[in-house]
């Protein structure tokens, strides 16, 4: 039968091994039973001492206080920084290493401040001529001051973004248009980054702009076609202008050979010519002499002279 029914002459057997009701029975074990069965493995044996509710509550505040010290200690990493805030304020700072810090008192946060980040946007903006053009670019940066990136700025990333297109809308504003769909982009990618990191600083923002690069520069969908086929007319002049200048170049030290060549060719003509003359002249000359000598045998000596060579 069960414990609590009726029976054994009116009384009912106790589960803890006694009889129920009398005095002197045993009780339901209770907290003075837990005592001392506690005063028995930690100080019983020893000394007959009694183990209190004071030293439990001693045992219980030691190991909380042990706990509390083992979580505070937290580690940072070689590549980065921690801020610790106490009470929502920044206390101070900690770089690589083991540390500890008051558990729920201070809070640590930690920052990579040497991973480079990358940002990308994309934006359509008016050129300094009047024209739309559609630009891509991307930023490359890292966290420089954890304490500015964490406190300063509510939403770093976000405010990177506004200075990036500030800077960039500034840029482009400032240059014509076809010079930024062509040789253009290197210039205005140097020409955005100070922008840009001046935009930062002045917002505190903690970040460091380490790269620029355009990606795309490209007129309206609506125009795309007429500027293709400008930059197309652009290149077969670049193209037809190379032809004749590689034309040039061959076509010059050809015609300076020729002429120096017919140049020399004149110089001899001449000395040949000046030369024959020489001969003629001096021998009119002696022929001259003669002829004042005697006329008539010179005569007749060239008329002999002149049928023979006629006749032969």
Partial sequence: MAWNQPGN???????????????????????????????????????????????LLK??????VALWLVFG???VEQAEEAVILRF??????QTAGLHWR?????????????????????????TEDANIVEVSLSVQYRISDAKKYLMKVSNPESSLNHATESALRHVVGSAKMIYILNE??????????????????????????TGV????????????????????????KERLKNQAETYANGIVPEARGQAARLMAEAEGYKLEVVDRASGDASRFDQ?????RKAPGVTRSRLYYETMESVLS
């Fill in 213 to 236: 690069n355009i990606l795309e520069a490209l007129p309206p969908k609506e125009v795309k076609a007429a500027f293709d086929d400008v930059i197309r007319a652009k290149e077969d």
């Fill in 287 to 291: 022929l001259i002499a003669e002829y």
């Fill in 59 to 64: 045992w219980a505040l030691g190991g909380i």
């Fill in 184 to 209: 253009g982009r290197a210039t205005i990618a140097r020409d955005v980054q100070p922008r840009l990191q001046g935009y930062l600083d002045n917002y505190n923002t903690g970040l460091t702009v």
């Fill in 9 to 55: 002459n009116g009384e009912r057997p106790n589960p803890w091994g006694g009889g129920g009701g009398k005095k002197g029975g045993n009780n339901p074990p209770g907290l003075d039973d837990l005592l001392k069965k506690l005063n028995g493995m930690f100080g019983g044996g020893s000394g007959g001492g009694k183990f209190k509710e004071t030293d």
């Fill in 88 to 93: 929502g304020k920044i206390y101070s700072t």
């Fill in 102 to 126: 008051p558990p729920l008192i201070d809070r640590v946060q930690k920052v990579n401040i040497q991973r480079v980040e990358q940002s990308a946007l994309s934006a359509t903006m008016i």
């Fill in 73 to 75: 200690f937290y580690r």
